[in-house]
């Protein structure tokens, strides 16, 4: 582990969330957090031996065995954040995309909840190259982006905060886990964890200590600081900055920036050729990240994609047309679009079609093809499907 060559990301706008789902071939709960594992696409390639789904899944639940069992801080913020929403781990080897001069551990994503009610997903991915870590590694990493962001998340600060003080917070968790795992806080690598953190992330947060509650920085003065104790502290500091302006300036700059890279990156999908960029530029309008939600843009571009052969777009049509979502209710064109995704490969597109059989919704009815639909699913470890046969009665 090299504390300079990774990173740690919090993901404002992705939609690396919704195909990592969909696809994903290994999926369970465990202690209350859904854990995924997906593999990696047949056509991509990288210069690193790739974990196959079933062990980076594995991975994932060792390394949140790890942080429950031997930080209670951490684990008890992490049954917070069950009791409001759905928490989530995904493996994803084709996360980050491509990178030549550092190193993606994992991300949050915290633009990925559920739109209705007050229900939110607390969704972390894991990368490639998170998973190549030791599972006591990789619990510190998602005590940083799974404790220290999702509460973040859970208290609506995601926005409202910029990220050098979103980052302070989450390395806090971070240390309390290193603390907590027992790692040798005399190592080259934990000094140098503590020096960024200090001097960096958590610079400005020390400064006004120095300056409105100076006592208060002894807390920081010993080999394992009081990290709970700092954070109290902390809160007071976020709202002292939300009184004074300074984060909401920093904010709207921020935002002003993040409001051009966003019209040029939909400029740019829009005049592309190619059938994925017509799809990401779909879910995009369809989720409204970066820019308003437009249904009617995203049922345009998602039928280009899925005119063109792209089979996740052609589910993704199809899911639109079954629940009205940016188009008209059409269950025949629903499942229209859903076979053409099942005879593609699309997993999840396989056992939705197979069931849209077996039940004789929008198609008629016929149990034995939907029944080989599903198993087609089943055989690639889908969860769903398994469980669909057993309840048919089907071995």
């Known amino acids: 582990m090299n504390l300079f060559n990774l990173t740690l990301c919090l993901l404002v706008a992705t939609t690396l969330a919704t195909a990592s789902v969909q696809a994903a071939p290994v999926e369970f709960m465990h202690r209350g957090v859904k854990i995924i594992g997906k593999d990696l696409p047949a056509d991509a390639r990288y210069d690193i031996e790739i974990m196959p789904a079933v062990t980076g899944a594995q991975r994932v639940k060792e390394a949140l065995d790890i942080l429950y069992d031997h930080s209670a801080f951490n684990g008890a913020a992490i049954d917070r954040l069950k009791v409001n929403g759905n928490v989530i781990i995904i493996y994803d080897p084709t996360f980050p995309k491509r990178e030549l001069t550092q190193i993606t551990i994992a991300a949050f994503l915290p633009d990925f909840y559920q739109a209705d009610g007050n229900i939110k997903d607390f969704v972390s991915v894991v990368g490639r190259y998170g998973a190549k870590w030791s599972a006591r590694d990789l619990a510190a990493v998602l005590a940083h982006e799974l404790t220290g962001h999702g509460i973040q998340h859970l208290r609506g600060r995601l926005e409202l905060v910029r990220e050098v003080d979103l980052e302070c917070e989450a390395y806090l968790y971070q240390e309390n886990a290193y603390q907590d795992l027992g790692f040798n806080k005399q190592s080259q690598d934990m000094i140098n964890f503590r ?196 309840k048919l009665g089907v071995k």
């Open 195 to 390: 020096q960024v953190l200090e001097r960096h992330w958590c610079a400005d947060f020390r400064r006004w200590q120095r300056n409105t509650r100076a006592p208060a920085l002894a807390s920081w003065d010993q080999l394992n600081p009081d990290v709970p104790k700092i954070l109290d502290d902390y809160l007071h500091y976020i709202d002292a900055l939300g009184k004074s302006g300074v984060a909401g300036r920093a904010i709207d700059n921020a935002s002003a920036e993040k409001d051009r890279n966003s019209r040029q990156r939909l400029a740019t999908l829009a005049a592309s050729d190619d059938p994925e960029m017509h799809f990401q530029l779909a879910l995009i309008y369809r989720a409204g990240i970066g820019t308003d939600a437009n249904p009617n843009a995203a049922l345009e571009w998602m039928t280009k994609a899925a005119d063109a052969g792209h089979a996740k777009a052609q589910f993704e049509l199809g899911k639109m047309y079954w629940r009205g979502q940016g188009a008209p209710v059409d269950k025949p064109v629903a499942v229209t679009w859903t076979r053409k995704a099942a005879e593609s490969g699309i997993v999840p597109a396989a056992y939705t079609y197979g069931a849209m059989l077996v039940n004789g919704d929008g198609v008629a009815k016929d149990r034995d093809a939907g029944i080989m639909w599903i198993k087609k699913a089943a055989d690639h470890d889908f969860t769903p499907a398994i469980a669909a046969l057993q």
